[in-house]
């Protein structure tokens, strides 16, 4: 969980000379940018720095970073979901491919770099709003005014997402997360009939990768029942589910990655260490957690704090488990 | 659950000639606001009609609404803190005062009126942060960071909102509503050492009026544990939370408000019926529920769908209970 790097100097360095769109667009500069906190911290994983805007541009839609994805024609009708080409990632968004084979080529340590992508639901949020918001109410009021048409959108957005996460693996991606950050608006009878529904299709065509796939659900505290049976490796989830309760929901066949509260890094380093063992003791002595945070980093977060709490991750974790639980993820 | 009634022609009309702020200050105005929905539309209770900051600027903070509020002076320190005088509901705002009185003397079918103040972390997250935003980070830093501090403030308003509810139960308030508007950023750790803490304080404050207590919980469903020995009658839940999920853990000596999706009322009308249904469900056929909207109702919502799930509430709700269910609030 990164929120783009903006919490490195060596980011804002690199930003303040090129605009966020060729960051991602360029392969030797969204390289760069993921590599960046493996470099300053001994994190166990890297993860592609792109946006999750990226395939739908690829597939024709036209959007600005004000700095939040806005479309310029928001999509709500059959026919323009009908219009919307299927992705073709070699064509369409190479780029990103390139991105991941430079990443590969120059990670430290040999450290797995996990590939990225959004959630079907979440990318249908901007597209039907044009703009991000505070409830989405366009997306959502889309959903209860015109289910078939979020269903013919959902399905679309799904393969798109099927073939862009494919490509990315075999780019050498080595897990596969679909990010869902806009979970948490639906109740469990909306996400499973919209959201979950989509999911299961992208992740399904996903298995024949043979890499790991992630879903991290935000603020999926009433969604852990519906995730339960969905047929990945690992859910992610927010600071606010403890771990312990989302791991009796999910049961033993799935691990867990998560969750400190972004908020957490602005404690004194004491109450810092505190959180993080609080964490790890709500995951649980067994393997199968990834230690992460609960949402992405906030940009006035210190270095320093990123640096002590890797610290304390690895100090309790390679005492407690020797090698086979907890990591920790950018 | 009004959003400020933006939904009603009406409402709008009003608020072309006199702005915000005036509204919530004038108890002629306020009053008639609050009356609107009641006029329209056979619900079983009326609520004030008010903004959460108010008693806020009746201790003096200076803030503008841009639409949101803004707060001139953020509060972080405790000379800020201490510098907060206690709340005197008759000389701070009693225009509230008077406005209660003068909806209890207007109000039709003489449905009971419920009083409306904000939960003491929501107040803090505003004071501290300034403006309205979607993660409030400053706001949740500043509980890592200046815990002592967090407590410091959030006593002081939980004073406040006590001193203020008091006084509108004195005036007439024939119920008391505490809206923890933003809960759902904290973890239920947190949520108990600060937001929860303030709000006991506030609460066992208020049991001597002797009218019914209601904690408005948003975002809150991994809080409901946490909430399930508050001294409270009725907890109120937001669209994401099931209210079958939401009782067992309550228990039977609480009753339940909510949860229809404000974006179900997009449905066309069949759906919309069996949304409602789904929430009586849920419910369950025991007294105890009063029947609400999850969260504020939409600026864009039709007049006419408020209507037709007013009648299907009543409808259904005649014929199972006879009078001793679900109700409907605005």
Known sequence: MRQ????????????????????????????????????????????????????????????????????REPIRTDAQIDALPELVAERDVPFVLQTIRLIRGNVPRGVPLIGFAGGPFTLLCYLVCGRPSKEFAAARSFLYAQ????????????????????????AGAQALMLFESWAGLLAPREFQRFALRAVR??????????VPLIYYVNQGSALMESVADLDVDVIGVDWRSPLGAVRRVLGAGKAVQGNLDPAALFAPPEELRRQ???VLDEAGPTPGHIFNLGHGIWPETDPEAVARLVGYVHERTSVASAGGGSGAAP
């Open 276 to 278: 993080a063992a609080a």
């Open 4 to 71: 783009a790097g903006r919490y490195l100097p060596e980011y804002r360095r690199l930003r303040a000379k090129v605009d966020f769109e060729a960051l991602t667009r360029t392969p030797e500069l969204a390289a760069e940018v993921t590599l960046q906190p493996l470099r300053r911290f001994e994190l166990d994983a890297a993860i592609l720095f792109s946006d999750i805007m990226t395939p739908l541009q690829g597939m024709g839609v036209e959007l600005e970073f004000e700095p939040g994805p806005v479309v």
């Open 147 to 170: 289910p078939r048409s979020a269903e013919r959108l959902l399905d679309r957005l799904a393969d798109a997402m099927t073939v862009y996460l494919g490509a990315q693996a075999a």
């Open 201 to 210: 299709r992208t992740m399904a065509g996903l298995r024949g990768t043979g």
